[in-house]
């Protein structure tokens, strides 16, 4: 044995602290976006503001007091935005102590204190920073003469400016897709995992005989009477007890050797220690893959190993009938026979393999004040035999303590709790992303056909069809995105490895991710292309002219 200290902080928080530092990031991530967003906004805004701002600057207006003014606005606007999100965060957080996701410590402490709303402030103010810096710098920049000479002397800079902005949110925007697809196709292989054992059907209790039950014996009898009794309960298929359930937490391990080993001078290797009754499997739905499994004769010199055992202990012989030593924990060394071969059960969660497993017959493991897990198996809705099998226990022991009354299709899903709450969150913020690139590459292409409104006309009046018009917005709006595209896979390699421990049969940079991903982004590039150019089409040449 040896000792370990953990902070209790990390001992309470650190299972679900990668998600939470993951989920931190996608918000971030989508806070830049909508800076994006606001700052081709404020380009646009800026650009028709060019001439009265000029005109200042010339009156004898300082090129700081109108870059002052550019982000004093901007202020503004992330102030009202952030006390709007204030807002929203409060329907929000009600909704997420609703929905009250299993395995998320304190999360009945979460709330929007003094700290949450400092947070907003300062995020809004950097918001307003960042959204109005390259807007204001345009203008304090500003070539008066050529503004004042001409109303389009800096549009190809400003669709420059526009067009990086876009790239911006589109490589964003795939990194967030691709960590959402990965976390959704982990999730998509959890569910199609064989753990060793069926979850549907089953019920689960806790219970532990009272103080008269005071010798093994006893206690034996107490479980075995009740297995029977519930066995004859309508609806009920098998019944079956263990001193541990899988997914419900706790370990019992122990070290182990064969005859094999110990003539090879092999060390001991650890494996996990299960107790059951003869029961157990055929209520837990485990497959029985070699010899036989327990019967109510056998006593501690058998035992029950399952297939991962079998494979690493004699992987080219038959197990069956081969002897292993264990050492309990009086220290004296025993022997037992191999009887049986059962699959694999995934103890420890869905995602993790786990050790190899040796299942003892229970007799000899419990004792005075005892709490085992029964499972029932049923051909129904399993919660309709709780009061059945509580009246059981009752009528067996009034003072027997029933507790952890759950369904192993509960315990299965709470163990998929934090791929299944990140994913939805994660999905949730690039779902936001997508619909803020698209939003913001239209706003982009609007400008553009605004902006070469008589150019489009020109084209018009000598000869060019709407389709070719069509054909070059589309084409500017998709070139845009493919160099998003480049820019946010090369992003995602990087960034989607820090999801690697949430990753469950797939690899962080999964080539059918990122190609579906991708193709997600072409599409709402050509939608949001689509009505920009279709406008471009429909402008009138004559008018063009005449405005020229």
Known sequence: FSLRATPLLDEMVGSIRPILLVLLGAVVFVLLIACANVANLLLV?????????????????ARKDLLRQILGESVVLALAGGALGIVVAYGGLALLLALDPPNVPRLETVAIDRGVLGFALMASILSAMLAGLWPGLRVRNLNGADVLRTRSGSQGSRQRAGGVLVVVQVALSLV???????LLRSFLALNEVR???????????????????????????????????VAALPGAAAVGSSVRLPLAGGLLTGPYTTEERLARGDPETEADWRPITPGYHDAMGTRLLAGRGFTPF???DVVVIDERMARLAWPDADPVGRRIRTTPFSGDPEWATVIGVVEHMRHDGLAEDGRETIFWPIDNWVGSGMQLYVVVRTSGDPTALVGPVRDVVRGLDRNAPISKVRTMETLASDAMAPVRFSMSLIAIFAAVAVALAGIGLYGVL?????????????????GATAQSVFALVVRRGIGLTVAGLAFGVAGAVVATQVLRGLLFDVRPTDPATYAGVA????????????????????????EALREE
Do not use: C
């Open 45 to 61: 805004r800026a650009h028709g503001r060019e001439h009265e701002l000029t005109v200042r600057a010339a009156l004898g207006g």
């Open 176 to 182: 967030l897709l691709a960590g959402a697809g990965l």
């Open 195 to 229: 753990p060793g054992y069926q979850t549907e059907g089953v019920l689960t209790l806790a219970v532990a005989p009272s103080d008269r039950y005071d010798s093994n014996e006893s206690v034996v009898g107490f479980f075995r009477e009740l297995e029977e009794s």
């Open 298 to 300: 056998d006593g501690k």
């Open 446 to 462: 609007a400008n553009l056909v605004l902006q070469r409104t008589n150019e489009i006309g020109v084209r018009l009046a000598l």
């Open 519 to 542: 193709l997600l982004l072409l599409v709402v590039a050509l939608v949001a292309s689509a009505l920009p150019a279709w406008r471009a089409m429909r402008i009138a040449p004559v």
